[in-house]
């Protein structure tokens, strides 16, 4: 499912075509223009090279302001999110007496806050103007659209304010990374030799965890190259070993689960960038294509988004916290030294510590979060990469696929798989936690 005009895509959802008036509300109650909003917002995210944890951020914030309208919209369905995540305060209800369709303020505050989170503005404006004009065209009512476009800035006002507290300005000012070329310690890698990314994210304020260090990790293998009958050395040997002999559908399974947002490629003195969605932008467009299958409503998939997005989010500050407080060195820079300098992994090796391992984490995270919503056995075919030239895969569950990304991460040479086995347990119960400690859809009973 992929989206490359956002006129013809916004046509196309319509029932009986793009003139036909006052059929505005069902056109905005169907779900596939949220996914195909969120898709938006991530290419957005691509263009701009954001790292897959700032990146995180701008999808949480945008679901939570989008969720927010619909729970205020149909209070009787979907319970506030309001105290639920740290600091957040209540948003108002919709005033009885000024009616909004409460689909169209729920996208135009997702779009106002993903735009406004981290990008320069104007970055959502030519599609949110579409929307507007996919509402005039349809029949809105202008004090409807005035309303909604109103109720939208009121609950949107809210989240950004929510949003400036939660420490990320002051990371953008903190001290860097201090890199040492101590053995086993974490240092830039080819061929950019990028800084270490956002040593600072423990900082961040969760929305769910209780800390950044809320569930304890085990200590990495002690650093040993030397007796090759240490835990440590076998790692490295099982890496450059597996690198060495990959086959056509390893290959496959780390290409696809790559998730590079800008991978530099260098050629003699070429150098030149190419760009991918980033891990949080992957399950992004997974969680489309699950609301699609599942014929989920409009309400439902965005609690689906909503809550894998903060799944992901919280999955980076407990990884974070750990990367950076053992600073691990990556296969490559160990392999190069010590073993072989002219071995290559088959990825990219992403710019900060290897233990433990951020893709693995937050796809644990987020599989536990889409789980709770469509269920542990949902058969899905991932078409995301397509549009990079690669073909898609199947699965049984989310729960599979986070478990293949965590031999994708291996096969690419980029983590120990220890480091991804760890990972995946620490981003299960990170999202284990976002589900059970989260109250959205309302049982019919209630």
Same mark, same amino acid.
């Given at each position: 499912?992929? !989206?490359?005009?956002?006129?013809?895509?916004?046509?196309?959802?319509?029932?009986?075509?793009?003139?036909?008036?006052?059929?505005?509300?069902?056109?905005?109650?169907?779900?596939?223009?949220?996914?195909?909003?969120?898709?938006?917002?991530?290419?957005?995210?691509?263009?701009?090279?954001?790292?897959?944890?700032?990146?995180?951020? #701008? !999808?949480?914030?945008?679901?939570?302001?989008?969720?927010?309208?619909?729970?205020?919209?149909?209070?009787?369905?979907?319970?506030?999110?309001?105290?639920?995540?740290?600091?957040?305060?209540?948003?108002?209800?919709?005033?009885?007496?000024?009616?909004?369709?409460?689909?169209?303020? %729920?996208?135009?505050?997702?779009?106002?806050?993903?735009?406004?989170?981290?990008?320069?503005?104007?970055?959502?404006?030519?599609?949110?103007?579409?929307?507007?004009?996919?509402?005039?065209?349809?029949?809105?009512?202008?004090?409807?659209?005035?309303?909604?476009?109103?109720?939208?800035?009121?609950?949107?006002?809210?989240?950004?304010?929510?949003?400036?507290?939660?420490? !990320?300005?002051?990371?953008?000012?903190?001290?860097?990374?201090?890199?040492?070329?101590?053995?086993?310690?974490?240092?830039?890698?080819?061929?950019?030799?990028?800084?270490?990314?956002?040593?600072?994210?423990?900082?961040?304020?969760?929305?769910?965890?209780?800390?950044?260090?809320?569930?304890?990790?085990?200590?990495?293998?002690?650093?040993?190259?030397?007796?090759? $009958?240490?835990?440590?050395? $076998?790692?490295?040997?099982?890496?450059?070993?597996?690198?060495?002999?990959?086959?056509?559908?390893?290959?496959?399974?780390?290409?696809?689960?790559?998730?590079?947002?800008?991978?530099? #490629?260098?050629?003699?003195?070429?150098?030149?960038?190419?760009?991918?969605?980033?891990?949080?932008?992957?399950?992004?467009?997974?969680?489309?294509?699950?609301?699609?299958?599942?014929?989920?409503?409009?309400?439902?998939?965005?609690?689906?988004?909503? $809550?894998?997005?903060?799944?992901?989010?919280?999955?980076?500050?407990?990884?974070?916290?750990?990367?950076?407080?053992? #600073?691990?060195?990556?296969?490559?820079?160990?392999?190069?030294? !010590?073993?072989?300098?002219?071995?290559?992994?088959?990825?990219?090796?992403?710019?900060?510590?290897?233990?433990?391992?951020?893709?693995?984490?937050?796809?644990?995270?987020?599989?536990?979060?889409?789980?709770?919503?469509?269920?542990?056995?949902?058969?899905?075919?991932?078409?995301?990469?397509?549009?990079?030239?690669?073909?898609?895969?199947?699965?049984?569950?989310?729960?599979?696929?986070?478990?293949?990304?965590?031999? %994708?991460?291996?096969?690419?040479?980029?983590?120990?798989?220890?480091?991804?086995?760890?990972?995946?347990?620490?981003?299960?119960?990170?999202?284990?936690?976002?589900?059970?400690?989260?109250?959205?859809?309302?049982?019919?009973?209630?």
């Amino acid at each position: 499912m992929r !989206y490359v005009l956002v006129a013809f895509a916004l046509c196309a959802i319509a029932i009986t075509g793009c003139n036909r008036k006052s059929d505005y509300d069902a056109i905005f109650k169907n779900p596939v223009l949220y996914s195909k909003t969120v898709y938006q917002l991530n290419t957005v995210v691509m263009g701009n090279n954001f790292s897959p944890i700032v990146a995180s951020r #701008n !999808y949480t914030y945008a679901n939570v302001a989008a969720y927010q309208v619909v729970a205020g919209g149909y209070p009787d369905q979907y319970e506030s999110l309001a105290f639920q995540l740290r600091g957040l305060k209540p948003t108002p209800l919709p005033d009885k007496d000024k009616p909004v369709n409460v689909e169209f303020a %729920a996208l135009l505050a997702f779009c106002k806050l993903g735009e406004a989170v981290t990008f320069p503005a104007g970055s959502m404006k030519d599609y949110v103007d579409s929307l507007k004009k996919l509402a005039e065209d349809h029949g809105m009512p202008e004090d409807i659209l005035n309303n909604s476009v109103a109720y939208a800035d009121t609950v949107g006002a809210i989240v950004m304010a929510w949003s400036k507290g939660d420490h !990320y300005l002051q990371t953008r000012g903190a001290s860097e990374y201090t890199v040492m070329d101590s053995p086993g310690r974490w240092v830039p890698t080819p061929p950019a030799y990028s800084a270490a990314a956002e040593p600072h994210w423990r900082e961040i304020r969760p929305m769910v965890l209780d800390s950044c260090n809320m569930f304890p990790v085990q200590a990495p293998y002690k650093f040993n190259i030397t007796d090759k $009958k240490s835990d440590y050395y $076998k790692q490295v040997m099982e890496s450059k070993n597996a690198i060495d002999s990959l086959t056509p559908e390893q290959i496959h399974i780390a290409d696809f689960w790559d998730d590079n947002p800008f991978k530099l #490629n260098v050629s003699g003195h070429l150098m030149f960038g190419t760009k991918k969605f980033s891990p949080p932008g992957h399950w992004m467009s997974i969680v489309g294509i699950a609301a699609e299958k599942a014929n989920a409503d409009f309400g439902t998939t965005v609690t689906a988004f909503t $809550k894998t997005a903060i799944a992901l989010f919280d999955a980076f500050i407990q990884c974070w916290d750990v990367k950076y407080e053992f #600073n691990t060195v990556r296969p490559e820079t160990v392999i190069n030294k !010590y073993i072989d300098a002219n071995w290559r992994p088959h990825l990219q090796t992403p710019p900060f510590p290897e233990y433990t391992c951020g893709h693995s984490t937050g796809s644990s995270a987020a599989a536990e979060a889409l789980s709770s919503v469509f269920g542990d056995n949902f058969n899905y075919t991932d078409t995301t990469e397509l549009e990079f030239g690669i073909k898609s895969r199947s699965f049984k569950s989310f729960r599979q696929a986070a478990d293949e990304n965590n031999w %994708a991460r291996f096969y690419g040479g980029i983590h120990f798989h220890h480091s991804c086995l760890v990972s995946t347990v620490l981003g299960a119960k990170v999202g284990d936690l976002v589900v059970q400690r989260l109250k959205m859809k309302k049982s019919k009973s209630s």
